[in-house]
């Protein structure tokens, strides 16, 4: 069998698709996820853009010792500098450098000559290579590059030290022939001195379709992210290429990844509870509705043999289907805890212990309690950061015609501070107050409610993205409650919390975001 390396890049690229920035130890929980879901190379982060991600590149380094940790870095010495020093404590290392090959970006964008294009990318490589023994080189809008200078260039940065070549669809622009002939062209050419990578971005919707010719014309590695996150339209999503190899392995013969199948479901859920972004319903795979049954006829034909019209079998990629309905108030933490390693989580004692009593509350006022409640809890209960604030008690006033109103109190250095306020409606009020109380005022940019599992006694998750400073990323917080009030608030002083632990990190060093790949 000939592996297909799977290179995950939903911390770096998928990152930069919410708009807003995870804290640090979200990245680490979704990094290790990752690990246990078997992609070999996990990009992390890009460790010159800030030096909060250099921080979470150089945290995830320490903690995941099965897939290879790689940051992207401009063909630039800083960039390839703080790469290197951010993967310096993994186990197993890459560095990624790109810079653009496209003739409109050369002339355009870097107002650089080709030659002068080749002498950055060499010396980029070079300079990785006193880092890593991995380096990677992406000719950035390889899409609409000239496959003549692709080859020059490639040769050059192979005699560098590169040992993979990653040509990046990187607006999204053409189709899978144009795809499958040029990764025949570049694997041809290259014979084996270098693997060829693709890394396709969803524009046209052809991310996958794309991704899957490359491979079966000599792509031995795909860049991908997880529900097909990414900039603008996203990337290939990793889990419709992975399920296509192996649901088509007639025709993939050959051919396998190190993916574990069986963690998919569970790291899909993971990344939407943490971005907030659900990937849409009907999406392939990991949608709400891609293994339901609707129709009378389907469901006749299922019960008779689930072939008829099933070509995955939902157990596959971790969703148990069966077993959706689960625990109440007196199942014991035995119960509980074989609950969590069945949904692929790895907890403390610690960890066990609080998710456990709160695990109790919510069970106390909720008759049953569903797999999907559980994982929003244990999630949220694993990327908690120190509260600086703690929300405490809070009391509403709202009526048709009235003034909405908010008295809040929260918890900051063991003080209690109680305070009241107005608002346009009672978010407002709410959020108002907060700001009175710590002193902070953010500035709301998205706000998001979703029930998490069934019934009118459903959680409430509710997603915030906030800027606390004008120049600085907006922060993503989360709220977890069976009061959507309550959530609202726990969200709003979560994502503070999240940014007073990135506080002086946030700011990014370079502002020109156009250059990625
Ligand atoms: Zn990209």
Request: with cysteine; glycine share 8%.
């Amino acid at each position: 069998m000939e592996i297909i390396k799977i290179f995950d890049t939903t911390l770096r690229d998928g990152e930069q698709s919410p708009g807003a920035s995870m804290n640090t130890e979200e990245k680490i929980q979704i990094a290790a996820q990752l690990e246990r879901l078997g992609v070999d190379i996990i990009e992390a982060g890009f460790a010159a853009a800030s030096p909060g991600d250099f921080d979470a590149i150089d945290k995830i380094s320490q903690r995941v010792t099965n897939s290879t940790i790689c940051s992207l870095a401009r063909a630039m010495d800083s960039d390839v500098k703080a790469a290197g020093e951010a993967i310096a404590k993994a186990k197993m290392k890459r560095i990624h450098t790109f810079i653009a090959t496209s003739s409109i970006h050369m002339e355009h964008k870097l107002k650089m000559t080709p030659d002068e294009v080749i002498k950055r990318a060499v010396r980029a490589v070079e300079y990785a290579r006193t880092f890593v023994d991995d380096v990677e080189f992406s000719c950035e809008d390889a899409g609409r590059s000239d496959i003549g200078f692709i080859k020059e260039i490639s040769d050059a940065v192979i005699q560098a030290g590169a040992s993979t070549i990653n040509l990046p669809d990187t607006v999204g622009f053409r189709l899978p022939f144009e795809i499958g002939a040029m990764v025949k062209e570049m694997s041809q050419y290259v014979q084996g001195r270098a693997i060829i990578s693709v890394h396709n971005h969803n524009d046209l919707g052809l991310a996958v379709a794309n991704s899957l010719e490359a491979i079966a014309n000599g792509a031995r590695q795909v860049e991908c992210t997880i529900n097909g996150l990414g900039e603008r339209a996203g990337n290939a999503a990793l889990e419709e290429i992975v399920m296509a190899l192996k649901t088509r392995s007639d025709v993939f013969a050959g051919f396998d990844t190190s993916i574990n199948t069986k963690e998919i479901y569970p790291t899909s859920r993971l990344i939407a509870n943490i971005t907030g972004i659900e990937p849409q319903p009907n999406k392939a795979i990991v949608g709400k509705n891609a293994f339901a049954h609707e129709s009378g006829i389907h469901q006749d034909g299922m019960l008779k043999n689930k072939s008829t019209y099933e070509i995955i079998r939902p157990e596959d990629i971790g969703l148990d289907i069966q077993d959706t309905l689960v625990l109440g108030k007196h199942s014991g933490r035995a119960a509980f805890k074989d609950k969590l390693t069945k949904l692929g989580f790895i907890v403390s004692d610690e960890e066990l212990n609080s998710a456990f009593e709160r695990f109790k509350e919510l069970a106390d006022k909720k008759k049953e309690v569903y797999d999907d409640d559980i994982r929003a809890l244990v999630t949220s209960e694993m990327t908690n950061i120190k509260k600086t604030y703690e929300l405490i008690a809070m009391q509403l006033m709202d009526s048709t015609g009235g003034v909405p109103s908010a008295a809040v109190t929260i918890k900051h250095n063991e003080t209690e501070i109680t305070d009241a306020g107005i608002g346009n409606g009672t978010i407002d009020a709410v959020f108002k107050t907060i700001d009175r109380i710590t002193g902070y005022h953010g500035k709301l940019i998205d706000y998001k409610v979703k029930s998490v599992s069934e019934g009118k006694d459903a959680l409430a998750n509710v997603t915030v993205k906030v800027t606390f400073n004008d120049n600085e990323p907006a922060i993503i917080g989360h709220g977890l409650s069976l009061d959507t009030m309550l959530a609202s608030a726990k969200a709003y002083i979560g994502a503070l919390n999240s940014y007073l632990s990135m506080e002086g990190k946030l700011k990014l060093r370079h502002t020109d975001s156009s250059e990625t790949i």
